[in-house]
């Protein structure tokens, strides 16, 4: 469904203590949760999750990172949810993310910085079920 995205808070900012006020950003501008998980991934299922990012030089870093403390997993609804969620969120690397964008108030770095969202509606479907099954998706 074009209406839904995929967002994980990563292990920077779950250790930094800003689940709250994230979640609280998300929700004000205008997402419905869907489903929402606290977990930890292992470097192995932290490389499936990335696989696309697999031949990338920074993909083992990646991996040792986004396995290093727990996340926050959540599937997300909103109007052109993809692409507004990546407009809240802002650019990768903090140093580039607009003012008032998560990234930019959060993240510590370009690796470690703070969320994850869907770059596109296939890309959404498939990590949403990567974390939960249809019985933990509400309808
Ligand atoms: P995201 O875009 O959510 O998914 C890929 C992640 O890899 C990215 O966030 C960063 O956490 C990390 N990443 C992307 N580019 C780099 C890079 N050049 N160096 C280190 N980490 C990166």
Redesign the pocket.
């Known amino acids: 469904a074009n209406n839904r995205t995929f967002t994980m808070i990563?292990p920077d900012a779950f250790k930094d203590g800003h689940t709250g006020a994230i979640t609280k950003m998300i929700e004000d501008a205008g997402f419905s949760i869907k489903a929402m998980k606290l977990t930890q991934l292992t470097s192995e299922t932290a490389g499936e999750f990335?696989a696309v990012?697999r031949e990338?030089?920074?993909y083992n870093?990646?991996c040792a990172?986004?396995s290093s403390g727990p996340i926050v997993a959540m599937i997300l609804e909103k109007d052109n949810a993809v692409e507004d969620f990546r407009k809240l969120i802002g650019a990768?690397?903090p140093a580039d993310a607009a003012e008032g964008t998560i990234r930019k108030i959060f993240a510590r770095s370009?690796?470690?910085?703070a969320?994850?969202?869907s770059?596109s509606d296939e890309n959404a479907a498939i990590e949403g079920s990567f974390y939960f099954s249809d019985l933990e998706k509400i309808k």
């Open positions: 990563k990335y990012h990338r030089p920074f870093d990646l990172y986004m990768t690397n370009l690796e470690s910085n969320v994850h969202g770059d």
